[in-house]
């Protein structure tokens, strides 16, 4: 019997992106960020202007070699590894265009965790990619993705995607996933 295939974002699901980005900010300034200021997806988009210290900041995200160094969320490899088991996963994340190293090193990281047959597709058009679930943390994507396709759709519970589609399921731990899909 084929599989369901159940697609998956990266940065905010199990890569770490914020705890990454507060750690580049306090190398820059001294001042640790806490996780509560980020209302918008956009993460810089929360900090106050300040046009030096953006160009300091976006220049040491995009950096070769930022990606790798991102942490897994706890819980988030193990996690996914169940869900691997039961399901045909594909990673669907969306390359950095200023980083010439971001999709390599996401490869990398991937497998690293993963192991070498990760399935892994690089688009920011997240809703071209059929799947039977998919589970995203940014509002945009799970909108446009439900819109298009005929599967369930999930999105990570966070302070920047609350104005999400009412219609759209909200999970805010591995354990509330599973419940949805029997898998507890």
């Known amino acids: ?73 706890p819980g988030a490899i193990k996690a996914i590894k169940k869900l691997m088991r039961k399901y045909d996963l594909y990673f669907v994340t969306a390359s950095s265009f200023h980083n010439p190293t971001w ?22 058009h997240k ?3 059929y799947g039977d679930f998919f589970l995203d943390d940014k509002t945009e994507n799970v909108e446009n993705w439900y819109f298009h396709n005929n599967g369930t759709v999930f999105i990570w519970d966070k302070l920047y995607n609350k104005d999400c589609d009412k219609n759209i399921q909200r999970v805010d731990s591995w354990e509330q996933l599973f419940g949805f899909l029997d898998l507890l």
């Open 103 to 124: 999709t390599h090193e996401r490869e990398m990281w991937l497998r690293k965790h993963f192991g070498d047959n990760v399935q892994t597709i690089h688009t920011k």
């Open 1 to 73: 019997m084929k599989k369901q295939v159940f697609l998956i974002d990266c940065d905010g699901i199990c890569a770490d992106f914020d705890s990454a980005f507060i750690k580049s900010f306090k190398e820059l300034t001294g001042v640790q960020l806490k996780n509560s200021i980020f209302t918008k997806y956009d993460l810089a988009s929360c900090l106050p202007r300040n046009k030096k210290l953006e160009k300091k900041l976006y220049k040491l995200t995009n950096k070769p070699g930022w990606c790798a160094k991102i942490k897994p969320y």
């Open 127 to 129: 809703h071209m990619v």
